[in-house]
């Protein structure tokens, strides 16, 4: 396909060897007034394949299809969720659950909401390989939160309330055994990106959404998961590990600065994977260790691509705010930005980078972000209060 097409976003349609273009372009060329045109209305390449291609007119890459395994023989059988939420609350019914005390008497699901995968203790057997965990969990939720979608929007409230959300969350009790520190670099690349991803989304759940300046920082400073190496918030997982700690979110005497990634790794395609929740974010993708590299340049061909996120009229280059909050990860100044973004532009539109980046009159401006959600409005807002505050360092906890 991207030999074919030169373009990394899917669906791209073809007839036979013929690139007819994206879905609106093939729908466009298919039908008039909502309604499919006739044979003989059809363009030329249509009617020289159609003997031959009868039905689907499309091909998408199958590379790009990631299929997630079933859970192990040994996954748990949890509870029995047809019973009230209050009584699965309690968690009776099996030994292998029981609420997480973390200080005092008091159950965290109280203390520490904002510690989104702590309700329960998990205390079974737990998945050798963590990339397939995050990615069944991923997909588990994916799910949940299809059924809870609207014409308007996800209904998260309604999302929280169901027993098939507090069953993910007792799955999620199995990430408390998660550690980065003896992954090798790809793994630890796909399944930070895939756990941010994950539990944006959870986090919007259980916690609410921020939805202004006031609350986004803590959201993403004090909302997170306990992992067997500590507590990881938003933060901790884009600007700690992926970024090396670049911004020194991590002190010197953090235990969590043995997982990070050498600054010599640090990625700026992460910033085209990563989905903080808003309409201005790049779109969610599930990463495997085996292919993260090709994957995450896919990832950055299809984000630049896209004219909402690299913008070239003339010599005015016009980018995401990405490319200005995380400047020093593309280059130092607006023309170094432009000259790395060039290599994931491709086609007619690199040769327009080009040209912009030859003129005299070269300009880089930033597009306003779009800090909206799919939620469904009016939002329920986080607040800031919610957040984890205390430095508990939690890994003894898992021992």
């Known amino acids: 396909m991207i030999k074919l097409a030169e373009r990394f976003t899917v669906p791209q349609c073809f007839v036979g060897e013929t690139h007819i273009g994206g879905y609106d372009e093939f729908v466009n060329a298919t039908h008039e007034g909502g309604k499919l045109k006739s044979e003989d209305d059809l363009p030329q390449a249509f009617k020289t394949e159609l003997a031959s291609l009868p039905d689907a007119l499309r091909a998408v890459d199958p590379s790009l299809k990631v299929v997630i395994p079933p859970p192990p023989p040994y996954a748990n059988q949890l509870p029995d969720l047809a019973k009230s939420i209050e009584t699965a609350r309690l968690c009776s019914t099996t030994p292998l659950y029981s609420p997480l005390i973390l200080s005092g008497t008091t159950p965290n699901e109280s203390l520490h909401p904002s510690i989104l995968n702590c309700l329960y203790r998990y205390n079974d057997r737990v998945d050798p390989n ?101 507590f990881y918030s938003f933060d901790h997982l884009e600007n700690g590990i992926l970024r090396s700690n670049r911004n020194s979110i991590l002190k010197p005497s953090d235990t969590r600065l043995l997982t990070i990634l050498d600054d010599s790794s640090v990625d700026p395609r992460i910033h085209f994977a990563l989905n903080c929740g808003a309409k201005s974010c790049p779109p969610i993708k599930k990463f495997t260790k085996e292919a993260v590299e090709e994957e995450l340049e896919i990832t950055a061909k299809g984000y630049c691509e896209d004219d909402g996120n690299v913008k070239v009229e003339g010599g005015k280059v016009t980018l ?27 086609g007619e539109k690199g040769e327009r980078v080009d040209e912009a980046l030859g003129r005299e009159d070269f300009s880089v401006e930033y597009f306003v972000y779009d800090w909206g959600c799919d939620g469904v409005k009016p939002d329920v807002p986080f607040d800031e209060e919610t957040g984890y505050k205390k430095g508990l360092t939690l890994e003894h906890k898992w021992e």
């Open 320 to 346: 995401n705010m990405i490319f200005n909050w995380y400047g020093k990860d593309f280059g130092n100044t607006e023309r170094e930005k432009v000259e790395k973004i060039r290599k994931w532009c491709v």
């Open 130 to 230: 963590p990339d397939l965990l995050i990615l069944r969990l991923k997909s588990t939720l994916d799910s949940l939160i299809t059924s809870h979608t609207t014409s308007v929007g996800v209904d998260y409230p309604s999302l929280k309330s169901s027993p098939d959300f507090l069953s993910f969350e007792i799955a999620t009790s199995e990430l408390q055994s998660l550690s980065f520190s003896s992954m090798s670099l790809s793994c630890k690349k796909s399944c930070v990106i895939n756990l941010y991803n994950l539990m944006i989304k959870h986090a919007f759940t259980k916690v609410g959404i921020p939805t202004s300046k006031k609350n986004r920082g803590p959201f993403f400073t004090t909302v997170g998961y306990a992992l067997k190496s500590g």
